[in-house]
């Protein structure tokens, strides 16, 4: 009898290891098995498309999110382009990649917040100035934080008469270059909103305009059969559970999470601590994922967490947790570079994106081999 435990054991990981039988165990456990990056600049599209290939499709990655933001040659509004940016060949290479392998793909372009960084004003801003929510608050030479204006960046104003109409035509040719189902709308560290020196936001409740916001976006893609991803820090009170500004809100908007509509993806991140904030999005009726960063234990214990999540609830609830995501939060090509061993920073020591990728996905791994 011990000779054929071992042996019992052996055919369980080939029988899991067959195309189709390891994934379809891994769509029960974890229906989600993301990875989010930044959009490659034209140089990096082919190592890039070699990454998915050879990287994302082995671990079995289903959904790949891409900050495209104004890195795409849009025709609808060519001014707000990048100097360097993907044209629409280049983005079907990446396109066909996915579809190859049967991964999602859903590009992001960051809306109402993200609209600076440091002493940088984005291109939406910079183009059409009178979007601006703060147009009284000027970009410093050098940027600090904390600073007297509170700026961390800028946002547009959601109740400015023009805005949806340049964001919507962004958002519509995005998606239909991506052949996108779904759109990552961003929304994450908005602490400009309902500024008391906006003519149209000052006086107003900051949890309404933020979920009157997400429910514009999330009716927009609706008229296309897509759907709405964002962050879920600003559904979070910051302040009652001790999370902070960034993973939370300091300004009430988390009470915008009874507000918006409940077919909205909740892209979860928390990179300090494996706090475990999925059960109260899900406890609200939402769809969430968790996404690390750069602490691969951490990423290992929310993976694990995820897993317990979905075991231990009712059928209900159980469908509610989707699943884990990995976040990047430098370019492709510092990635690749990091993942590869060609400039690693060895101050981080074990704390990188990279190591976290390979500790969640090794992890995700062993999912489709346990018995």
């Known amino acids: 009898?011990?000779?054929?435990?071992?042996?019992?054991?052996?055919?369980?990981?080939?029988?899991?290891?067959?195309?189709?039988?390891?994934?379809?165990?891994?769509?029960?456990?974890?229906?989600?098995?993301?990875?989010?990056?930044?959009?490659?600049?034209?140089?990096?599209?082919?190592?890039?498309?070699?990454?998915?290939?050879?990287?994302?499709?082995?671990?079995?990655?289903?959904?790949?999110?891409?900050?495209?933001?104004?890195?795409?040659?849009?025709?609808?509004?060519?001014?707000?382009?990048?100097?360097?940016?993907?044209?629409?060949?280049?983005?079907?290479?990446?396109?066909?990649?996915?579809?190859?392998?049967?991964?999602?793909?859903?590009?992001?372009?960051?809306?109402?917040?993200?609209?600076?960084?440091?002493?940088?004003?984005?291109?939406?801003?910079?183009?059409?100035p009178d979007f601006d929510e703060t147009p009284s608050v000027k970009m410093p030479e050098k940027y600090i934080w904390p600073n007297e204006d509170g700026l961390y960046c800028k946002s547009y104003c959601p109740l400015h008469p023009g805005v949806h109409a340049v964001v919507f035509d962004l958002v519509d040719e995005i998606c239909d270059a991506f052949e996108a189902d779904a759109f990552h709308a961003g929304l994450d560290e908005v602490f400009y909103i309902g500024h008391d020196k906006c003519p149209r936001c000052s006086g107003r409740d900051k949890a309404e305009l933020f979920a009157g916001e997400v429910t514009e976006i999330r009716n927009h893609l609706a008229l296309n059969n897509r759907k709405l991803w964002m962050w879920g820090d600003r559904l979070i009170d910051g302040k009652t559970t001790g999370i902070g500004m960034w993973e939370g809100s300091f300004n009430n908007t988390h009470r915008a999470i009874d507000l918006i509509p409940k077919d909205v993806m909740i892209c979860d991140w928390h990179y300090e601590r494996p706090d475990q904030t999925a059960v109260y999005f899900a406890t609200k009726g939402l769809s969430v994922i968790t996404c690390p960063w750069r602490k691969p234990g951490f990423a290992v214990t929310q993976t694990q967490d995820m897993v317990r999540f979905r075991k231990s609830v009712t059928p209900v609830m159980r469908e509610r947790f989707q699943g884990m995501m990995q976040t990047v939060w430098s370019g492709a090509g510092p990635f690749l570079d990091e993942f590869y061993g060609k400039n690693a920073a060895a101050e981080a020591g074990a704390n990188t994106p990279s190591n976290c990728f390979r500790a969640m996905f090794d992890e995700i791994g062993k999912l489709s081999t346990t018995p």
């Open 1 to 128: 009898m011990a000779r054929i435990a071992p042996l019992i054991c052996l055919f369980i990981s080939l029988f899991a290891t067959i195309p189709g039988i390891g994934q379809t165990k891994l769509d029960s456990l974890l229906p989600v098995r993301g990875f989010c990056i930044a959009a490659p600049l034209p140089k990096q599209l082919d190592a890039f498309i070699q990454f998915i290939n050879e990287e994302l499709a082995t671990r079995q990655v289903n959904t790949l999110i891409l900050r495209v933001d104004y890195n795409y040659q849009f025709g609808s509004h060519p001014e707000l382009r990048d100097s360097l940016a993907l044209s629409k060949r280049e983005v079907k290479k990446i396109v066909k990649a996915c579809q190859k392998h049967n991964i999602r793909l859903i590009p992001q372009i960051n809306l109402l917040g993200h609209q600076s960084w440091a002493s940088k004003t984005g291109n939406l801003l910079r183009v059409y």
